[in-house]
């Protein structure tokens, strides 16, 4: 069975502190690995998705890897405006190729 | 703005109420999708439409009813709920199945069973 966690539950910067959100995976086959972020009573909005081992991307303060076991999210000098839950989600080849597995999400709080 | 409305944002219910989510996406999309997202679970797949024909129905009860007129809209049609039911229900849709693909989700449904 596929399963995504993530770590920490929930984080507390001072504004500008950079940290990493963590998304650890075990699937049969990896399709993709997705990163979302969420703000409180909407849907989840897409950031980024990562295909194999190795891969980076970047979208202004956030930059995204992956390796063969899980994905970080790296959250360079946050701003107020980047507090949201963070979900990391996972498709894997087996088991129907639409099927995606999230993890419960990272409620991040930025402190000004 | 994902592309993907849904209508209404919040709705109230009594157990015994019929009504009904809808969701359309402007994205050419073919795939689309009900979610369930309940406090401290992750997103449980509930649906998968693909070309308008259902291709996964994830063991959900049957007082919850999709519908997919054509690849633009999804309805989920409710009936006899339960207080267990409340949470938020999400909409998504993504390219016609090819693998790898992203899903976009709409701001989705809050729905409180009474």
């Known amino acids: 069975e596929d399963q995504v966690t993530q770590s920490p539950e929930a984080l507390r910067l001072q504004e500008g502190e950079s940290s990493s959100l963590n998304c650890s995976y075990t699937v049969s086959g990896l399709r993709g690995l997705f990163w979302y972020r969420q703000d409180p009573g909407k849907g989840p909005e897409f950031l980024f998705t990562?295909?194999?081992a190795g891969e980076e991307k970047e979208k202004e303060r956030l930059k995204a890897t992956l390796t063969k076991k899980e994905s970080f999210l790296h959250i360079t000098a946050p701003k107020p405006e980047d507090s949201a839950t963070y979900l990391c989600a996972v498709q894997a080849e087996s088991g129907g190729y639409q099927k995606v597995t999230f993890g419960i999400g990272t409620k991040l709080q930025v402190i000004p | 703005e994902t592309g993907v409305t849904q209508t209404p944002r919040h709705l109230v219910m009594g157990m015994t109420n019929k009504k009904s989510l809808k969701c359309e996406q402007h994205l050419g999309h073919n795939a689309m999708y009900w979610y369930k997202q309940s406090a401290k679970k992750p997103l449980e797949l509930m649906f998968v439409y693909n070309f308008k024909e259902q291709t996964e129905n994830n063991s959900v009860p049957s007082r919850f009813s999709p519908e997919c007129p054509n690849s633009s809209h999804l309805f989920l049609h409710l009936h006899t709920l339960q207080p267990e039911d409340s949470a938020l229900y999400l909409c998504?849709?993504?390219?016609?199945?090819?693998?790898?693909?992203?899903?976009?989700f709409g701001p989705g449904t809050r729905l409180l069973v009474l």
């Open positions: 990562l295909y194999s």
């Open positions: 998504a849709s993504s390219q016609a199945p090819s693998g790898q693909e992203t899903q976009y």
